[in-house]
């Protein structure tokens, strides 16, 4: 008798069993997104402070920069930012350099998980590029806040690796970790904002 295929789904706190594989939008929840976000470090652990830096948090900010940058966005298009790291709930925040060693794999199987995650909430599986792009954009800024200000990066190294952003975007956005029962709070009074006004 052959041996069972290895488990590739996970229960959720909710209840639902996810699916990694061919994840399906009815078996996500925002409760499970922020939670699980609330308890992933990013840069590995790797940063200034009392508690993780979370991944709640840096959805957060990252949909503030997304927001306060350029001609206001749709509230769907700041859901979009909010949720852009979204499938980490499930599969963690791996650094760059680690990203690259497991290859391709990675990006597949994050590309289904953010399919079913916007289709979840009423996003497009794939969003327009133009978004995408801002995002992205956002995530930089981010990324070169978080370096300086609780990862050990010198300015001059952060902007090696992710850009000098302009100053505009650096105003009023400094990092206060939070413990993650905050930082979950918080990601879902936002996300439940944003829903409103969709």
């Known amino acids: 008798m052959p041996p069972a295929p290895p488990r590739a789904w996970q229960r959720m ?3 639902r069993r996810l699916d990694l594989l061919d994840p399906t939008p009815v078996d996500i929840e925002i409760e499970d997104i922020a939670h699980g976000l609330a308890f992933v470090a990013r840069w590995n652990g790797q940063t200034k402070g009392d508690w993780p830096y979370s991944v709640a948090e840096h959805s957060l900010l990252v949909e503030r920069i997304f927001t306060r940058a350029g001609k206001p966005p749709e509230p769907r298009w700041q859901l979009a930012a909010l949720l852009h790291d979204a499938p980490e709930y499930v599969i963690g925040d791996m650094i760059s350099p680690v990203k690259a060693a ?7 199987l994050d590309a289904r998980l953010t399919a079913a995650i916007h289709i979840r909430f009423g996003l497009p599986a794939v969003l327009p590029v133009t978004i995408k792009r801002r995002i992205k954009a956002a995530d930089k800024v981010s990324a070169w806040l978080e370096a300086t200000q609780i990862a050990g990066f ?7 690796f992710f850009g000098r952003p ?3 975007h650096l105003q009023e956005l400094s990092l206060n970790l939070t413990p993650p029962a905050d ?5 879902l009074a936002r996300h439940a904002e944003l829903l409103a006004q969709l």
Not at 102 to 108: E, H, L, Q, T
Not at 154 to 160: F, G, Y
């Open 102 to 108: 497991v290859g391709p794999d990675y990006g597949a």
């Open 154 to 160: 010198s300015e001059a190294e952060a902007t090696r």
């Open 166 to 168: 302009d100053p505009e």
């Open 13 to 15: 706190l909710s209840g």
């Open 183 to 187: 930082a979950r709070a918080r990601m």
